[in-house]
């Protein structure tokens, strides 16, 4: 029987055809963690001269290899994903939490590390990230969380429990938004919404673009700012005068979108 070093050895070798060496063992390590029950590297590597003897392990383990095989991302494989040291369930209904969203998240709380309340509102929330991040910082928060999609909508809720915070989520479509009948006003808006042009779409990971909701992706060519200046005509309406707007951006559009704020 082989040994966890010596499987996770043979996972890596094989990945690194699609992915960087590094890419590959991270997530040979991530796969065996979830499948044999470990929580930290540590773990794994203290175990790593034990022997895999049962069969249905190393059946689980193949299984899960060639599902990473056909590009599909470790996330959705695991239904598992890790945003500012939380870990968050995910499904292919959902856009995977990433690193550059927890920058937008750091600078949030920064700014308001003194704010005891406020009311916040994150547009198209996906796995619930944002939000729940926020809430875990500010349990005083009032916050609101949208998606247009219900079933995106349920894994957010899931996460919510998981993580034993409350938020307040809703269905809407940013294109025809609803809130301004529900509420008042809000001292936050944030949101992390699509801003990748199709034409950039040939030039991405097939991981990404295969696998991932395109609607959580992708605008126009013709439109790349749409949806900010949806969220600016919402903020019209529902902003409080001194209230902020936290948007993650597309670099090469980052001028852009400075003029049209």
Not at 121 to 145: N, P, Q, R, Y
């Amino acid at each position: 029987m082989p040994t966890i070093k010596e499987i996770l050895s043979s996972i890596s070798t094989v990945l690194s055809t699609y992915y960087c060496d590094n890419e590959a063992n991270k997530i040979a390590e991530l796969l065996l963690m979830d499948v044999l029950g470990y929580h930290t590297r540590f773990d794994l590597f203290q175990h790593f001269q034990s022997k895999i003897e049962n069969p249905l392990l190393i059946k689980r383990i193949n299984n899960k290899v060639k599902r990473l095989l056909r590009m599909e991302p470790v996330q959705y494989v695991l239904h598992k994903g890790w945003f500012y040291g939380r870990e968050f369930y995910v499904t292919p209904d959902t856009f995977i939490p990433r690193p550059e969203t927890e920058e937008l998240c750091q600078q949030i709380i920064q700014r308001y590390s003194k704010n005891s309340f406020l009311s916040a509102v994150d547009l198209g929330t996906g796995t619930g990230c944002i939000a729940i991040t926020l809430k875990k910082h500010f349990t005083k928060w009032e916050i609101v969380a949208t998606d247009i999609s219900e079933k995106t909508l349920r894994v957010a809720k899931c996460n919510a429990n998981k993580h034993q915070v409350t938020i307040d989520f809703l269905i809407d479509d940013i294109c025809n938004s609803t809130l301004m009948e529900r509420f008042q006003s809000f001292d936050l808006i944030i949101s992390n919404p699509p801003y990748i042009p199709f034409s950039e779409k040939s030039q991405m990971k097939p991981h990404v673009t295969q696998h991932e909701p395109s609607v959580a992706l992708f605008v126009p060519d013709e439109d790349p700012l749409l949806f900010y200046r949806l969220i600016l005509e919402l903020a019209k309406k529902l902003l409080n005068p001194k209230g902020c707007i936290f948007v993650e951006i597309h670099e090469r559009f980052a001028e852009n979108l400075k003029q049209l704020f």
